[in-house]
């Protein structure tokens, strides 16, 4: 029993140690493919009408790449890009299928952008790919600028399986697995063997310290479906994030809106009767007052989910960006001292996102606990009113 | 704010969506139901187990407290045994003691008495065969003195000399 706890503790360990080595090779490789990207993008505008504000946006020095490469990766892609070189601007990974919906549905390689550099077009339409966003354009790739230098254009609906879509699908092939594995594990004996060892412990700490306390005994075992696939899913999810590979999921808003969507829905639908009650006509105060907090509730209903939302975003993306700003120190200053002192600071920064990537996974399967709780539990006295708008959220 | 809108990608969170239900559906028919059964059954099992070696250790109890009873009870009864038929022995030494003492004296008074009888026997015949063993004595001598017949004469005359005197 000692033998192999020792040895997951030793390899976890190893990793953790060799992440930030692993996250510098995969951070220059962005440099790259961002230069040669905007690079790109320069050469292909000078002939359109915008080459100016394309020329100040490409990145000058060594500090705007690193922020453009920042950018870039906490940003979905349309590739899924491994390394490249920078000398020759190739690109070594693979491309996703785009698949559009603009009159009609038109599907295609991503790798016919050659990652921006071509307009691709489709069924009588022009693409253009600025920023891993496509773009509706001309056959020439115009492409209009306003202030900030965001296209003007008109985005096609992109349903496409981007990067983040793959990760999605990569980690739910993997829950699926590890958990169906785990449920058969229970037919063999009733002590899980091998990876649901690990697996269990969490599933019974949901339960125990996120569902009972928070849902109640009678209604836990409705919600913890939900629960547990969300918990999962945002860790498997931050985990990757950590990994070289260079996904930001957990840190994308469309990510956590869904996310906190599902949670608010979840909540809207099982509420009972006294939850509505308290917002619509609050018990035990007057009149006037009952008109006057309809509004307040109503509001409070979607402060909670989005509240959810904007906190994983912020956390996981704020982790990416301290650590690669961190790595991109270290080609900044390019030195004896400052090298092993910011992969040092990165190491430990990547422990802490470590930590983190538990720890936001554990916040929002707590607080749609919470909030799943207050929808479905049972006031029986007046206390639980001050209780109830207490309760708000202050988790960061 | 802007920027949050700008980076939503409404693709992204169709697919999001899509996954997680898709995730959640087959994840709560194959995976937490049989998960949650599992340990919930297996918690009622332990808790099941642990109430019946409670239980189990409380009839231990019982039945060592019954044990050590019984025990005390049959040493008791042992003691009691061991006393009694110690005084049982006691009292059949005295008894044996006492009846050899008496047959002892029987015996011996027995014996005297035959010892007497016995020695009287012996003195009557001592005595006959004495007188017999005299007279066959005196018959011998006198046969023997009165074969001669001065001897005879001899006798005669003292015997007659004696009878003179007396």
Redesign the interface.
Known sequence: MVFPARLFKNTITALIAVLPLLSVANVSDDVQQEHAQTEAHAQHAEGVAHSDSHNEHEPADKKSKIKAFVDHHL??SHYFVFFSDEETGEHYGFSLPV?LIDNGLKVFSAAKFEHGEEIVEAGGEYYALYHDKIYKTDAEGTLDFDEHH?PTNAKP??????K??VA??IT?IL??LL??G??KS?KKG??PTGFGRVL?PL??FI?DEVALPNIGEKKY?KF???L???FF?ILILNLIGLTPLGINVTG????T???A??TYFITQFSANKEYWAHIFWMPDVPVLMKIALIPIEILGTLTKPFALMIRL?ANISAGHIVVMSLIGLIFVFKNWIAGPSFFALTLFISVIEVLVAFLQAFVFTMLSALFIGMAVQEHHHEEDHDKHTEEEPIII | MEKLINDFSFGLFFWQALILVILIILLVKFAWKPIMTAITEREAGIADALAAAEAARKEMQNLQADNQRILQEARAERDAMIKDAREIKEKMIADAKHEAEAQGEKMIEQAKATIESEKNAAMAELKTQVSGLSLQIAEKILKNQLSDTTAQTELVERMLEDAKLS
Not at chain 1, 157 to 162: A, E, G, K, P, V
């Open positions: 940003q979905d698949i965001h609906l992109d349903f496409s399986i981007t983040n879509v999605m699908l739910a829950m699926f958990f169906t785990l449920a229970y009733p002590i269990e599933v019974i339960r075992r913890m479906g939900y547990l696939t969300v899913f994308n808003i469309a990510i809106a869904c996310l969507l599902f975003y």
